[in-house]
């Protein structure tokens, strides 16, 4: 990532790869996505699939993002050691944490990561100060959250605030969708939307489906998840048996 802001508004469709296969997220880097998110807490990645995912990558086609277990300073380090362009960091609660957050994906003296790129992971030649600045992206899933979000939304050097609907919508006791759909001023999603754009922070959100991630758009999110690596067999499998024609 560079040192400029990227823009908040340009829509940014991704891909979510919870499979665990090295070589079908790599796949999807050149599908036509604009990111990719590999999931490694609710997806098949363990560090050994990460480590072995970024040891196939040659070249970067786009920001590959890593959704981490938790908000925990090993997992991040490890995930950017890697080889992944940044970290996507799940229920983070306030400011506090998105600082720790933020603190454990940056070298001294902006934070606190340690310098030990792995072997065999792409090309790390070089130093500490040499090395890309990586995306940090954390998660807004609780109702403390979305209370604290503008504290939490100008952290210093934080890139993203992303939505986890689902657990979103679980900790807030509501209809996902219908929550999706609430432009009322005080809904959980125009709030975070607001706090975001004082901030200058990117908006992302995992959708999960074209239909939600229109919904997501709608509400002024930027950086979707459209779907998941097996939504993507599903919705080809579908278009390619529909070109065919209908069966004789």
Known sequence: MT??????????????ATLGDARTTLALERAGFDWVGVDAQHGHFDDA?????????????????????ANDPTAIGRALDAGADGVIVPLVQDAEQAEAAVAAAH??????????????????????????RPLCAV????????AGVAELAATPDLDMVFVGPF?????????????LADTAEDAPLP?????CRAAGVLLGAYAGSPERAAALRAQGFSWIAVTTDSGVLQLGGEAARAALGPPA
């Open 3 to 16: 040192e400029t802001a990227p823009s908040t508004d340009a829509v940014h469709a991704g891909v979510w």
């Open 49 to 69: 699939g990460l480590r072995g995912l970024f040891a196939l990558r040659r070249g970067a086609e786009v920001p590959v993002l890593v959704r981490v277990a």
């Open 107 to 132: 070298y001294p003296p902006r934070g606190a990561r340690s310098w030990g790129p792995l072997p065999g992971s792409r090309d790390h030649a070089g130093s500490a100060a040499s090395m890309p």
């Open 139 to 146: 998660m807004v899933e609780t109702a403390r959250a979305v």
């Open 167 to 179: 657990d979103l919508a679980l900790a807030l006791d509501r209809d996902v969708d219908d929550m």
């Open 191 to 195: 709030v975070i939307v607001r706090a």
